[in-house]
């Protein structure tokens, strides 16, 4: 890129992150530490401002640049992601806005425990928050460092790994400041800013084909070099039964992992009332369905206008489809539109990228402090009783340093793949605790916590034992196999094996389900009686 390129869009840079640090001390200034403000901004939130910031949270640096990308290199079966993701808010509709934010506090272990002994559920359902959230964080790693890599020539790993580094200092800064409510603010900034950025490219692809679709769905199939193949299904995932079994795998994961993530979760709880959460997620369908409409629009522009050739030379995965295409949109290379376009969307998926950082932050130091933290002292009548918020900011500070080692070691894959790999995860052990505690009556203590290990431990060794990490060229490790597992993704072995872990566990413990407070749980998630 251009000298111009990079100092117009490092000056938006610094004027988002300026903004955003200027949020995030006006909030620090108008607080009052408790635990109640740091998790859930007071509550005080409306359905409009926490739709737009779930918007936020969801809408990450794998949906503007990765899907994209994918979309731009295999055509139909990138869309995959696009239809996974959007499908998967209507499982949250009907099964758990409403009854999550009735039944808990500030996290997911909040609902499991209320029925169940809270220490042994609290252990294992905080664990599993932070490994889901860790593996997302890496994926904005990733992002953030693949965009500043095309911004400076993409030739520098130093930038990318100063840059991946840069991030997660932000995100701890963001977290430990200014808890929810700044994160919020920011989230909520961010979805403006992204829609606003997405309409516009759109809008452009749109009229370089002068509005007429087909003729955009032709040109990206004839510069794809596949023909019509591009636009059928089969180009990544058709090539034997381990490829189609991948693909089932993928969309079993994206549909069902959102109900899962912690730092969507935990969004519910920011609004008053169940009501207003359900209210919440009506907002972020609408604004969240329009946005994975137009990236099937961007993958395809990119593919037409760019090649998927041209894509792949700037960064194998096709993380950097967007701005490419932002920079031909503007007039090409050197050229002041393509300048100016080209640094906005810089700028925008930067700012998605911190704005998402310091959500999956803030969920998974609460995970740490309210859950972990919280039961190892009850456990320890000795330890110096440090509060749970001063405990969530050091914590912050942990996971982003954790997230910055994985971030710069899985910096070739792409954004959108890491993602739906925190997507199994997620719908392999949070997701059926989470229904079995709500719609089960007969569930058990023990059959929580087999629930969640069941499903976490396979995901996480299927991952592990996959060619994500050794085998394949495109692998962590590339020069070692250690391989056995074909699939890339886990979700079509490890999301039942966590629904057979609940039931298993549950038939073989000795200990009776408790009626009454089954029936406690049932009643506050249907009517909100109870409910903080």
């Known amino acids: 890129m251009t000298g111009d390129h990079q100092t117009l869009a490092l000056l938006l840079f610094s004027a988002f992150i300026a903004v955003t640090l200027a949020i995030t001390t006006w909030v620090s200034r108008n607080r009052h530490g408790s635990a109640e403000e740091f998790y859930a901004g007071g509550r005080l939130f409306s359905p409009m401002e926490n739709g737009f910031a779930i918007a936020g949270d969801y809408m990450s640096a794998a949906s503007f640049l990765g899907i994209s990308g994918l979309i731009a290199l295999f055509g139909y079966d990138g869309m995959l992601y696009s239809v996974g993701f959007l499908v998967a808010w209507l499982v949250v509709l009907l099964l758990v806005a409403e009854l999550v934010r009735n039944c808990g506090r500030f996290t997911l272990a909040d609902v499991v425990a209320a029925r169940m002994a809270e220490r042994p559920v609290r252990i294992a359902a905080g664990t599993s928050s932070v490994t889901v959230s860790v593996l997302y964080l890496v994926a904005q790693m990733v992002g953030a460092g693949s965009l500043v890599a095309l911004l400076l020539g993409g030739t520098s790993e130093a930038a990318r790994s100063w840059t991946v580094i840069g ?20 989230q909520i900034v961010k979805a403006v800013l992204l829609m606003a950025g997405t309409i516009a490219l759109t809008v452009l692809v749109l009229l370089r084909f002068h509005g007429d679709f087909d003729h955009l769905l032709a040109t990206a199939a004839e510069r794809s070099g596949h023909g019509t193949d591009f636009l059928a299904p089969g180009l990544r995932y058709g090539g034997d039964w381990t490829a189609r079994l991948d693909f089932i795998s993928l969309g079993i994961a994206l549909v069902l992992g959102t ?274």
Do not use: C
């Not at 963001?174 to 920011?186: E, F």
């Not at 920011?270 to 907002?283: K, Y």
């Not at 137009?294 to 760019?306: D, P, Q």
């Open 167 to 186: 991030v997660g200092a932000l995100m701890v800064i963001y977290v430990s400041l200014g808890g929810m409510r700044a994160t919020t603010w920011i």
């Open 259 to 532: 109900a899962g993530l912690p730092h969507i979760l935990s969004r519910f709880y920011t609004v008053p009332t169940a009501r207003a959460a359900r209210r919440s997620v009506v907002w972020s369908i609408g604004l969240i369905g329009s946005f994975y409409l137009m990236t099937i629009v961007l993958g395809f522009g990119a593919a037409a206008i760019i090649g998927p050739d041209a894509v792949r030379a700037s960064n194998a995965a096709g993380n950097t489809a967007v701005p490419l295409l932002a920079l031909d949109l503007g007039g090409g290379a050197g050229s002041t539109g393509g300048t100016v376009l080209f640094a906005i969307v810089a700028a925008v998926a930067f700012a998605t990228i911190l704005a998402v950082v310091a959500g999956i932050t803030l969920a998974s130091s609460a995970s740490v402090a309210h859950d972990l933290y919280a039961s190892l002292r009850r456990r320890d009548a000795h330890a110096k009783p440090y509060s749970e918020v001063t405990v969530a900011r050091l914590a912050a500070a942990g996971i982003g340093a954790a997230a910055i080692g994985l971030g710069l070691l899985a910096r070739d894959l792409n954004v959108a793949f890491l993602v739906g790999l925190a997507f199994a995860v997620a719908a392999s052990a949070n997701l059926p605790v989470l229904l079995y505690s709500l719609f089960w009556r007969n569930f058990t203590t023990r059959g929580a916590v087999w629930s969640v290990y069941g499903g976490l431990v396979p995901a996480v060794l299927l991952v592990v034992l996959s060619p994500v990490v050794s085998g394949s060229p495109d692998a962590l490790f590339p020069g070692v196999d250690f391989h056995v597992f074909p699939l890339q993704n886990p979700g079509v072995v490890s999301i039942p094996l966590g629904f057979l872990a609940g039931w298993i566990g549950t038939v073989t413990s000795a200990e009776p389900p408790d009626a009454a407070k089954h029936a406690e749980t049932e009643v506050r998630a249907l009517t909100g009686a109870g409910a903080v």
